[in-house]
């Protein structure tokens, strides 16, 4: 592990696999959030960086966005999501106003065809998000399920939705076919500003993080965790986390409840041992 960052463990990994997110909670300074918050301000700043450059050449040495994405929480969640090179998708400062109206659930990525490979998305909160300021809503262990972007979003009030209402420097990694929407901002005179920032991986994203204890009976129970939503289909959601387990760590006769095992083409004389 690199002194300058620091890499998601295994129970993390777990976390991030079972609900398709993970949350920092005031991780960023107050000063860089303040920085940033002026820096969202600016109108300039919604002008996208040039696509497909590497990650670490976007932004200049002294602005926020620099400092921020070298945070060594920030910086060792990208390594171990998406390698130490990754590219630079965009970027995009939202600015919701006062009297805004809830954005409709959707899904960023319908278009990509990948099913273990992932793209991540980070959302940073750089002022106080209570409820009255709206906040993003993230629909939980939903990453599994590709729609088509937005017909979605005639469901509203799902059991199990999260909204993040969060202090100052709270971080927000998310896979990007997470299913999510901007709550509506009902204060009177105050922007709300989230900063959002996609990332590709250039490398296989295998063994990236601390994968110690990676069958472990605690990251079995993460992964096996249940969703209101699911209903009876959360069976489905066990079979897909564990094939995105395995690509994971690398370790390909992972299973839950042998939801993989029963559907392997050619089994290997080990299980008959």
């Avoid at 999501?81 to 009297?99: A, C, I, Q, S």
């Avoid at 793209?119 to 729609?147: A, E």
């Avoid at 920032?197 to 204890?213: A, H, I, S, V």
């Amino acid at each position: 592990m690199s002194k300058d960052s620091e890499l998601l463990n295994v129970k993390q990994m777990a976390e991030f696999t079972a609900n398709g997110f993970l949350r920092f909670d005031e991780v960023i300074p107050r000063e860089l959030c303040e920085k940033f918050y002026d820096y969202l301000r600016d109108a300039k700043q919604k002008i996208y960086k040039k696509r497909g450059q590497l990650l670490w050449d976007t932004w200049e040495e002294g602005t926020p966005v620099y400092e921020f994405i070298r945070h060594p929480i920030v910086k060792g969640l990208i390594y171990s999501l998406v390698g130490r090179n990754p590219r630079y998708d965009h970027h995009f400062p939202h600015e919701t106003r006062p009297g805004s109206r809830v954005q409709a659930l959707h899904q960023d990525a319908e278009f990509d065809p990948r099913r273990t490979a992932f793209d991540i998305q980070i959302s940073f909160f750089p002022q106080d998000t209570p409820k009255l300021l709206g906040g993003t809503r993230f629909l939980p262990s939903s990453h599994f399920r590709k729609v088509n972007e937005s017909v979605i979003g005639r469901y509203q009030h799902i059991k199990g939705m999260v909204q993040c209402e969060c202090k100052a420097g709270t971080v927000v990694v998310w896979h990007t076919d997470l299913w999510h929407g901007a709550q509506p901002n009902q204060s009177q005179d105050q922007i709300r500003y989230m900063f959002k920032l996609r990332l590709n991986p250039m490398e296989r994203q295998q063994k990236l993080f601390d994968t110690t204890g990676y069958d472990s009976q605690e990251v079995r129970q993460i992964l096996s965790k249940r969703f209101p939503w699911h209903g009876q289909s959360s069976r489905r959601e066990e079979f897909m986390r564990a094939r995105f387990w395995r690509e994971l760590t690398g370790q390909y006769d992972f299973d839950l409840d042998m939801w993989n095992l029963r559907n392997e083409a050619i089994p290997t004389n080990r299980y008959f041992n």
